[in-house]
């Protein structure tokens, strides 16, 4: 199987939209989404940006052939002040497809081209604290922990604690040379 990463084109904005779905519903206590909230939306969060090509807000998707399998989004911040920051979010890897490395590829992909954006020196991303397979490869990649927010999320009556984590472009850099 040759799986190749690649940022999502315009025309693939419904594409998206199914893989983001799909990753709701198959592990709705991982995401702060809500499957049926976000399945009524005309377009969800990054459909606008893929249809309008936006450098600062992209999806980089898994493709097995023509069959999207995965995918990673970059949102930079839009206040002027953090506009140094974005934030990878929404990483998701079919369940077929999981443990073949296709999550490590996506989010470096996405690291390289969020650190190629003028201006951008910092990726945070996050995951929730039960999520220890997410938690164990950011940290492979070489993002630090900097934080936990107790309770960030409720779901039935149950807290979930939130895993916060940075990446500094020089940093990264030197990771890899």
């Not at 989404?33 to 992209?58: G, M, R, W």
């Amino acid at each position: 199987m040759e799986v190749q990463i690649r940022k999502l084109c315009p025309e693939e904005s419904n594409s998206y939209r199914k893989m983001r779905l799909e990753c709701l519903k198959n592990y709705p206590f991982n995401f702060t989404s809500d499957f049926n909230t976000e399945k009524e939306k005309v377009k969800l969060f990054f459909q606008s940006s893929i249809e309008a090509s936006d450098p600062n807000n992209f999806v980089i998707g898994a493709y097995n052939g023509y069959d999207l399998i995965g995918i990673s989004g970059f949102n930079r911040y839009k206040k002027i002040k953090i506009a140094h920051k974005g934030r990878i979010i929404q990483v998701y890897v079919s369940p077929n497809y999981q443990r073949q490395n296709i999550g490590l590829r996506l989010i470096k992909y996405t690291i390289e081209e969020a650190f190629k954006i003028s201006g951008i020196e910092q990726i945070e991303i996050a995951a929730i604290a039960t999520n220890k397979n997410a938690e164990r490869l950011y940290k492979k990649i070489g993002f630090i922990e900097y934080g936990t927010q107790k309770n960030f999320m409720k779901v039935d009556n149950t807290y979930y604690d939130h895993k916060m984590m940075i990446l500094f472009k020089n940093q990264y850099i030197s990771v890899l040379n």
